[in-house]
């Protein structure tokens, strides 16, 4: 029937794409993986609008000072039937599916004013959040970073964006536009997985 034909091919489209193949024929062993990725799928934007994504922070300490300096974001997902779900169960296909700028969007948020709050309660913490590809090949990344700080009141140096050498390599001329940008904008920048890319 035609609903069966378009899941069977929604499943092997998402196969492909995670093998990086131009096509995939469809395999019933290839529905235990989808069920599940079609319902994150599905429940992502609800997810967005309902406060579903929740962020963990991961302390950087200096060594010699032994004080945390900043905090990473880490973003989780809390669904309700799924329990948990970590980033790797959900920012591929929000990548492959075009959602990753509203959850990079979200993230942003969220930690700037996470940031915000622990600097007026005397804690001279900075936080950094992890961006993909699609976000650094985002010519409106720097404006939209500059008129979160602007609203929150943050300064720019208290943010730093990770990066990994491969997000570069995808598009050079633009990746380092963004961050050529983002740099004049006194937000910091680290490579992450240094070396791998």
Request: proline share 5%; charged share 30%.
């Amino acid at each position: 029937d035609p609903t069966t034909l378009m899941r069977r091919a929604d499943v092997a489209m998402y196969a492909a794409k995670e093998e990086h193949t131009d096509y995939k024929f469809y395999e019933a062993k290839l529905d235990r993986h989808s069920r599940r990725r079609l319902t994150v799928l599905s429940d992502f934007r609800r997810a967005l609008d309902s406060d579903e994504f929740v962020l963990h922070f991961q302390p950087v300490v200096d060594i010699e000072g032994a004080r945390a300096r900043s905090a990473e974001s880490l973003v989780r997902w809390e669904h309700p039937e799924l329990g948990l779900i970590p980033p790797n169960d959900f920012i591929p296909i929000a990548e492959q599916s075009g959602l990753i700028g509203p959850l990079t969007r979200y993230v942003l948020e969220r930690a700037v004013a996470e940031c915000k709050a622990w600097r007026d309660g005397g804690r001279d913490l900075g936080v950094a959040v992890n961006l993909t590809v699609r976000d650094l090949l985002d010519r409106r990344l720097p404006g939209r970073i500059t008129q979160l700080l602007d609203t929150y009141g943050l300064p720019a140096a208290a943010l730093q964006l990770e990066i990994t050498e491969s997000m570069i390599m995808s598009d050079p001329e633009r990746a380092l536009s963004t961050v050529t940008q983002l740099r004049e904008l006194g937000v910091k920048i680290s490579v992450d997985d240094f070396g791998t890319g």
